[in-house]
């Protein structure tokens, strides 16, 4: 019998942590559970947002399944830097420079790359 009270005890524990968490997110403060921008991106953007001459590093590549397999592929990989050398007049395709060769990908594509940055 006494074990029935321990697990009684045990399940209202969950319980109120489950409560105290839900508690942040009523007041609208999300805060402290990896919620929000990881690894300090704060100042990033997408490929597709950096105009010619931008020099950028990748920080993380989207997609999924067969699109993020032929980024990853092509090269753009988490902290590889990337010249912007030309974007299209309609903004399709973007030219880019990386690992020593060029390469030009579609602006959807690009919009899947998070990148920041760097100054020369």
């Known amino acids: 019998m006494g074990h029935d009270h321990e697990n009684h005890k045990h399940d209202h524990d969950k319980h109120k942590h489950k409560h105290e968490h839900s508690q942040g997110r009523k007041h609208g403060l999300g805060l402290g559970h990896g919620h929000g921008r990881k690894h300090g991106h704060d100042h990033a953007m997408t490929l597709a947002n950096a105009g010619p001459g931008a020099t950028c590093r990748i920080l993380k590549v989207g997609g999924e399944g067969e699109l993020r397999r032929r980024l990853l592929d092509m090269g753009l990989t988490p902290n590889t830097q990337v010249l912007i050398r030309k974007v299209a007049p309609m903004g399709d395709p973007i030219e880019l ?24």
Request: charged share 40%.
């Open 97 to 120: 420079y990386l690992r020593s060769y060029e390469l030009t990908i579609r602006k959807d594509d690009a919009k899947k790359i998070l990148v920041e940055e760097v100054s020369q």
